[in-house]
């Protein structure tokens, strides 16, 4: 079974802090995501990577940064942390086949900026 | 571009009646189509996928979709659902050449005892 694996499922951070958030996955997948889910809005793209160092922005990038230095690894990274940022985060991967092959998902990480 | 309308934000429903939960998308290039369900506190699973092929796609847990080109739509149905088959359903669309899905704003699909 593919794994894809988030580092925690719940955190609580502050204001200003930097916050890291880790997803790794098992099935040597070259596309990896970061998705942003809220009530009401659904699943909105962060950030995305399709192969080691490559990343392109998705459609809210403001305030993300994210790195990928292993094809197993994507970091997803909150320079300064707000309120607004609250959110559940989930990662996902898939195959780079250009339309067939489905996104698998991690659990989420539940992040709260207090 | 691509993009996925859910119709319905919500849909209620009393255990063993038929559902149905409606996605409409729009493309200018031919696409694949997907549901994902999300049960809480959890993260997505595929439920079923169109790529090509047969109109009527037959995914896990009893759930079938049926993709309708002429009038841009795939929606999800099960003839009886269970108590269990409470979650969030996702419709997720990819247009060919394109790695990134993008995704429905999802239907809560709650079921009544």
């Known amino acids: 079974d593919v794994k894809v694996t988030q580092s925690s499922r719940y955190l609580v951070k502050r204001t200003g802090e930097k916050v890291f958030l880790e997803c790794v996955q098992d099935m040597d997948h070259e596309n990896m995501f970061w998705y942003r889910q809220d009530p009401g809005l659904g699943l909105r793209l962060i950030y995305f990577?399709?192969?080691?160092?490559?990343?392109e922005k998705g459609d809210i990038p403001e305030g993300y940064s994210v790195s990928r230095e292993k094809k197993e690894r994507f970091s997803l990274i909150l320079e300064s942390a707000s309120t607004n940022q609250t959110s559940m985060y989930l990662c996902a991967s898939s195959f780079r086949d250009r339309g067939l092959a489905e996104a698998f998902f991690g659990q989420g990480t539940r992040l709260t900026v207090v | 571009a691509q993009s996925v309308t859910q119709l319905d934000s919500q849909v209620p429903v009393f255990e063993e009646a038929p559902v149905e939960l409606r996605c409409n998308y729009s493309s200018s290039v031919s696409v694949y189509l997907f549901w994902y369900v999300q049960y809480p506190n959890q993260g997505l699973q595929l439920l079923l996928k169109?790529?090509?092929?047969?109109?009527l796609v037959k995914g896990i847990n009893g759930f079938e979709a049926e993709f309708n080109k002429s009038q841009t739509s795939f929606h999800l149905r099960k003839p009886s659902v269970h108590i269990s088959d409470t979650a969030e359903y996702f419709c997720?669309?990819?247009?060919?050449?394109?790695?990134?899905?993008?995704f429905g704003r999802g239907t809560s699909l709650i079921v009544h005892p």
């Open positions: 990577s399709y192969d080691v160092k490559m990343k």
């Open positions: 169109y790529l090509s092929g047969s109109t």
């Open positions: 997720a669309v990819k247009a060919g050449g394109s790695y990134i899905p993008t």
